[in-house]
């Protein structure tokens, strides 16, 4: 018998063995762990090509066909094939619709790697945003409050660039990523644990393990705030959902910090999807609270360590060349003085 007819065979049996299901059209339902909750354990990637918020180009449409998908991904293979420097998180789309065949870098000044170290982006997903709420796919306004507090941040680190480690961003310092993380396509994963009484959620970037207990105790004093917040689980019917509050004053998510409120929901709809989906509540920073959704795709692989720690040693490189930098201005200005 030869190999092509083996394979007909396969085929031919595996699918008059679905044929009763779809038929039926019968859904798909999880597997569950000893305690009777779906089994939501094991590594999932954010590789989604997937914008945060709907691009102009697409303003007015919530998804797109598949020959649109197609013909995006023809251009996009440009920008692959050309291996320009690394477009991240919703970059890459924006250079495919903005037609950039080989984009430049997000940092200019000294570059950054090129695009062949990047993973390939995830096509399947036909929504323009992420964000589902509000309706039109983007961010509502920030307050006035929180639009002067940004912009005074802004210039608290360019006055005051390399003079302290720490007016570095926190991701520079390798000291937290934060939660939710929303960049996709560079160190995106996630692992999921589960026990009877706890869920553990871990990042691959930094690799920061959030334990949360699921006994329906009350969040810490809001006197105890962490990086990521203190964060409980309940189950409603096969949803995963986490509450997380008591963020520190020092945490940043687009501009919010201590009065961030964060709900998570974790829904897997599929053998190989995860529905993620999260909402955002600071009335300090934002009009009305928003969410966004992202579907997380389960992979057969292992989350490595992300080898990024405080100490990072390219800080001190970076305050000793602005050391220098001053040195230099000093002498001329003297020069001129004289």
């Given amino acids: 018998m030869t190999l092509r007819v083996r394979c007909m065979l396969w085929l031919s049996a595996a699918f008059f063995a679905a044929a ?144 302290d480690p720490e007016v570095f961003p926190l991701g520079e310092r390798c000291v937290n990523f934060g939660v939710p993380r929303l960049l996709s396509g560079y160190n995106s994963y996630m692992q999921i644990v589960q026990t009877p009484g706890h869920v553990m959620v871990m990042n691959e970037m930094a690799h920061d393990a959030r334990v949360i207990p699921m006994d329906g105790r009350p969040h810490a004093d809001k006197s105890l705030r962490s990086w990521n917040g203190d964060s409980r689980g309940r189950w409603e019917g096969d949803t995963l959902v986490v509450d997380t509050t008591n963020f520190s004053p020092k945490s940043e998510f687009m501009g919010a910090h201590e009065n961030l409120h964060l709900v998570e929901r974790f829904t897997r709809t599929s053998a190989d999807v995860l529905e993620y989906a999260f909402t955002v509540d600071d009335p300090t920073t934002w009009t009305r609270p928003w969410t966004a959704m992202i579907p997380l795709k389960h992979k057969n692989e292992l989350i490595y360590e992300y080898a990024c720690h405080e100490a990072n040693e390219a800080i001190p490189d970076m305050l000793r060349g602005h050391r220098y930098e001053e040195r230099e201005a000093a002498k001329k200005s003297g020069s001129k003085q004289r």
Avoid: C
């Fill in 20 to 163: 009763p299901a779809m038929m039926s059209g019968q859904k798909w339902t999880p597997a569950r762990t000893a305690d009777g909750h779906p089994d939501f354990q094991g590594i999932w990637a954010n590789n989604t090509v997937t914008p945060l918020q709907r691009p102009k180009q697409w303003e007015g449409k919530a998804r797109l066909t598949d020959a649109e998908i197609a013909e995006l991904q023809r251009f996009a293979s440009q920008i692959t094939e050309n291996d320009g420097d690394a477009q991240f998180g919703d970059g890459f789309i924006m250079a495919v619709l903005n037609r950039i065949a080989k984009p430049g870098s997000y940092d200019p000044g000294t570059g950054n790697y090129n695009q062949f170290w990047v993973v390939e982006r995830d096509w399947h997903d036909r929504r323009t945003a992420l964000i589902s709420d509000p309706a039109d796919g983007t961010l509502p306004p920030m307050t006035p409050e929180a639009q002067k507090r940004r912009a005074a941040e802004a210039e608290h680190r360019r006055a005051h660039a390399f003079e």
